[in-house]
């Protein structure tokens, strides 16, 4: 008899001490098991964009939201056309996401024209006042917020004349119904001719005409300045094909354009630039308000790179001074990347 006692409160021991686990595990555990949804869209694909969507997932992943475990992506690119883009927009509307990752100023138009609901956190876009997507950098008065890619574009039209002391006149390709184009150019007419320089500008609305756009100006400049302009660098190569032909150097806004031909570029860091788009989501899953939370730019000096492409140097027949290879953080040498402080 006294044995079956023992046991009996053992056995109640027994499931008092489970039921105690089970409430201290149910009380670590998360509040809700649900999975957040983020839609990602671009407008094209390109070197940028990409590593600008890359590191926005890395950002989640630091910020301890592990894809396919706590949030899953809807990745979308909409092919250079807005029609895509709206429908891609609506489609994160109708699934009912969380977060909107907007990567371009037309992406970001699109989105903010579909919802004004889903928080949506841009990157790659230049200036949002500008593009009608914010009220002012400090609060956008809607549901935007994220990070700018705005270029140094000042510093690197300064590069032209170093690199090449004998250019006068510059030609750049861009779509003239982007924005963030438009503001860029607009920029870089009053930073030439502060240079002495003269910018010869051509259009092209899509990426099937930058090949004609660059061959326009066989004759008329001694370089190209490219601006990070969605048409003009998802068709970069038809760009470099004319230079490597004409012998017409590239200044690139892009440093991703470097290892696929530009000479020279001085700019931000698009895996960067998506992981500080990440730092403002995660804000806004933390309960801010998208309006509530500035729209930043990378300014430091460890957010930008300086890279050259020697192998592309050599093609051009130029001699790059010691000067400018000491500054430089990366050089493409022998089909390589090289970068400094590795």
Not at 158 to 178: D, K, M, W
Not at 224 to 244: M, Q
Request: aromatic share 6%; with cysteine.
């Amino acid at each position: 008899m006294r044995k079956n006692i023992i046991n009996c409160n053992l056995f109640k021991v027994s499931i008092a001490v489970i039921l105690v686990v089970l409430v201290l595990l149910l009380m670590s555990a998360p509040l809700s098991a649900k999975q957040i949804r983020i839609g990602v869209s671009q407008i094209v694909a390109h070197p940028a964009l990409d590593a600008c969507r890359d590191g926005f997932v890395a950002g989640m992943e630091q910020a301890g939201y592990v894809s396919g475990v706590d949030v899953s992506y809807d990745f979308q690119d909409a092919q250079g056309e807005f029609s895509n883009a709206i429908a891609i927009a609506q489609k994160f509307k109708d699934d009912q996401v969380d977060l909107i990752v907007a990567i371009s100023t037309p992406i970001a138009q699109a989105c903010l024209q579909v919802t004004d609901e889903i928080p949506i956190i841009i990157g790659a876009v230049t200036d949002p006042v500008a593009a009608n997507l914010a009220q002012s950098w400090e609060s956008s008065g809607n549901n935007i917020t994220g990070m700018s890619d705005a270029a140094p574009n000042k510093t690197q039209l300064e590069l032209i004349p170093r690199f090449l002391p004998g250019a006068t006149r510059v030609g750049t390709i861009y779509n003239a119904s982007e924005a963030n184009s438009l503001v860029q150019v607009e920029l870089s007419r009053e930073v030439c001719q502060e240079l002495g320089l003269e910018l010869v500008e051509v259009t092209a609305s899509n990426s099937n005409e930058v090949l004609m756009a660059a061959q326009s100006l066989i004759g008329r400049v001694d370089a190209f300045y490219i601006v990070t302009d969605n048409v003009a660098v998802s068709a970069f190569s038809s760009i470099v094909k004319v230079s490597l032909e004409e012998q017409i150097p590239i200044i690139a806004a892009d440093p991703t354009c470097v290892p696929e031909g530009a000479l020279a570029s001085f700019g931000i860091d698009y895996f960067t630039l998506g992981q500080k788009s990440a730092e403002k989501a995660v804000q806004v899953l933390q309960g801010k308000s998208p309006s509530e939370i500035p729209i930043g730019k990378l300014e430091q000096l460890d957010e930008l790179t300086f890279i050259i492409n020697m192998d592309i140097a050599d093609q051009l027949g130029l001699d790059i001074s010691k000067e400018l290879l000491d500054e430089a953080d990366s050089i493409v040498f022998a089909g390589s990347i090289w970068n400094r402080s590795e």
